[in-house]
Each structure stands twice: as structure tokens, then as C-alpha cells.
């Protein structure tokens, strides 16, 4: 199926499934809050680059998913707003080593090509390279939540409000956009700054969350709110 099919399949997939959903009082809408953080997900180089197991479409990631991101974060600098840049890499990537810090996950995918002593796999993109005074965290499972100090980091600092980005759509997006929402977050996703490898994963995924997860939203829509929003006294 080419690509132009494979889009207008999508669409009447979703032309359907929004008459379900709305006669059944889904795709409510959240809003934003008053104290945002920017999460970025996985926006290092195994994901954002070329030639690595885990690279994700590179013409989204160059022409839209970067651009994006940089209007996000000057966005949130200008006001100081909370920025969490997330990574993911692993200390023990031998799949023998029963104690390995991969868990189980690598029986699916190939975590090993994420090893924490190669910087450069899991340095965030040098394009929207982190300021010194921004938060950098390492994951080990899909979502930025689960077994990490993120939403205790985040309460900490007043937010009630996560706009997220990154790659992937399918999986560790799709997970911390889920995990905040449960944990009590306004959840907001920029639709061009969210990314994956597999044609039509983005769109569909994306439906998906703005009916039962998140508000999907514009990145001109969260650079007006962010810049709008009062950020932490510098």
C-alpha cells in the first residue's frame, strides 16, 4: 500500500470511529493548566540520527520534529518554564547477564543498541541541546514515569501541566502521555513534534490519544500558551 492509500485508509478509519466516539461522550477536551513543563522524549541521537536500530523517520525528525522543538524551547526559556530532556540507555546490554538492566524488554526489541558507555547513542540531539539548568533523565522502560523521579520532580515544582514531544508515537510517547494523565497531569501532545519509524503510527496514534489520553495540539497553539503563561521567577 503506498503512502497517499495508507493515509486515506487513516482517514476514513477516523471519520468512522469519531462518530462512535462522540455519540459515546469520548474526545473530551483537558485544556492546559497554569504551570507547564515540556517533557521531551527520547530526542537523542539513537532515535533522532541515522543508523541506529531504533532511527526514526528522518524526514519528519529534520523538517518538523527539530524545527518544532526549538520553538518549544525558546518558548520555554523565555519564561523559564520547566524542561525535562529524557533518555534512555542501558549499563549491562549483554542479553545473557540475568542481572542485565534491560529487564526483559529485549526479548522484543533491540535494547542493546542503546549501551550507556557509548555517550554519543543517548546524548540528546546537539539541535536542542539541554541548558545547564534543565533537567536531563535517563529511563529504563517506555514511559518517562514509570520507575523514574519524574512526577515527583514535577509536583515539586508546581507544574499541573505536561506538553509532551518525541519518539516514539507507538510506544514511549503513547506511555508517558498515559502514566501523566494518571498521575494528574494536564496532558497536551504537539502533533508535529512527535515522531516514530513505522508509516501511519504517527496519525494513528495521535487519534488515539486525542480521543481517550490528551489534547493533541499544534505547536503554534503551545508556543501562544507557553509564552502567554508565567514561568518561575529567574
Request: proline share 5%; charged share 25%.
Amino acid at each position: 500500500m503506498s503512502l497517499e492509500n495508507l493515509e486515506a485508509t487513516l482517514q476514513e478509519a477516523f471519520d468512522a470511529s469519531t462518530k462512535i466516539y462522540e455519540e459515546r461522550g469520548f474526545r473530551r477536551r483537558i485544556g492546559f493548566g497554569k504551570k507547564p513543563a515540556l517533557i521531551s522524549v527520547d530526542l537523542a541521537n539513537a532515535w533522532t540520527r541515522p543508523g541506529n536500530p531504533f532511527t526514526c523517520d528522518q524526514d519528519k525528525m529534520d523538517q518538523e520534529i527539530i524545527p518544532g522543538m526549538q520553538r518549544l524551547l525558546e518558548a520555554c526559556r523565555k519564561q523559564n518554564h520547566v524542561v525535562v530532556h529524557v533518555t534512555t540507555a542501558y549499563q549491562m546490554p549483554d542479553r545473557n547477564n540475568p542481572h542485565t538492566d534491560m529487564g526483559l524488554w529485549h526479548c522484543k526489541i533491540p535494547m542493546e543498541a542503546v549501551d550507556l558507555a557509548d555517550e554519543s547513542l543517548w546524548q540528546i540531539d546537539s539541535r536542542i541541546a539541554p541548558l545547564d539548568h534543565e533537567y536531563v533523565m535517563m529511563k529504563k522502560r517506555a514511559s518517562s514515569f514509570h520507575g523514574t523521579p519524574l512526577a515527583g520532580y514535577l509536583r515539586s515544582c508546581g507544574v499541573d501541566t505536561i506538553i509532551v514531544t518525541g519518539v516514539t508515537a507507538t510506544a514511549c510517547v503513547r506511555t508517558t502521555i498515559c502514566d501523566g494523565l494518571a498521575d494528574g497531569f494536564r496532558t497536551i501532545a504537539v502533533r508535529e513534534c512527535i515522531g516514530d519509524r513505522v508509516p501511519g503510527a504517527v496519525a494513528w496514534n495521535l487519534y488515539d490519544i486525542d480521543s481517550k489520553f490528551a489534547d493533541v495540539e499544534t505547536v503554534d497553539t503551545c508556543v501562544a500558551y507557553l509564552e502567554k503563561t508565567p514561568g518561575a521567577a529567574a
